[in-house]
């Protein structure tokens, strides 16, 4: 015999699936960038030293479900402009759907030599190409040496020794490292957050 009790405790048991299977939907579908970029240093390191580097070869591939590539281009554009204050100055070239350039600015690295902190400038640099549903990018840095008496300054790829011979880290290293795998990843879902759509601001 079937009791309101039975038809109550039926309906919790329904609306608590329905709502289990939305969780793994909502999760499954929603990718979150959170990638580090770097690598260590194929350069022979005297004792237990370590040296990072940016992985130039990584081809970094991110789901964009139900996103034509014309739409992802978009967002990369929206992006863009929100990530940087002169947009236009930081695209190398592009070409709509399939792929685009970005050469702009990126976080400061540091060095403390004998208890003096020097900040340095970077630029990043990503290609982007685009597929239906997905985006797949690559990643490098460049790290800009100011003149000095001895030079006349140049650029060298970005790099980050985070650990002494003994081993002992380099907190102001390390600490460069999650910056800038910060600032790329936040690049990223900046990316991932676009509405192509709505573009730039839907509030107003």
Do not use: C
């Amino acid at each position: 015999m079937i009791t309101m009790r039975n038809i109550i405790l039926t309906m919790i048991v329904v609306a608590l699936t329905l709502v289990t299977n939305a969780q793994e939907v909502a999760t499954d579908s929603v990718y979150v960038s959170n990638v580090d970029i770097f690598v260590n240093s194929e350069v022979k390191q005297p004792k237990k030293q370590v040296t990072k580097v940016f992985d130039t070869e990584r081809k970094n591939v991110v789901p964009v479900p139900n996103k034509t590539a014309d739409e992802i281009y978009t967002m990369v554009e929206i992006a863009i402009a929100k990530f940087w204050k002169n947009p236009d100055e930081v695209i190398e070239g592009k070409s709509a759907g399939k792929y685009i350039k970005i050469r702009g600015g990126g976080s400061n690295v540091h060095t403390n030599v004998m208890g003096t902190v020097f900040s340095y400038t970077t630029t990043t640099t990503y290609m982007i190409q685009f597929k239906e549903g997905k985006f797949m990018y690559t990643v490098s840095s460049e790290t800009k040496i100011p003149p000095s008496q001895y030079n006349s300054g140049f650029v060298v790829p970005t790099t980050l020794k985070t650990n002494r011979k003994s081993g002992k880290p380099i907190k102001l290293a390390i600490n460069d490292l999650n910056v800038i795998n910060a600032g790329i990843n936040g690049f990223i879902n900046m990316i991932l957050e676009s509405d192509p759509e709505s573009g730039l601001d839907s509030d107003w």
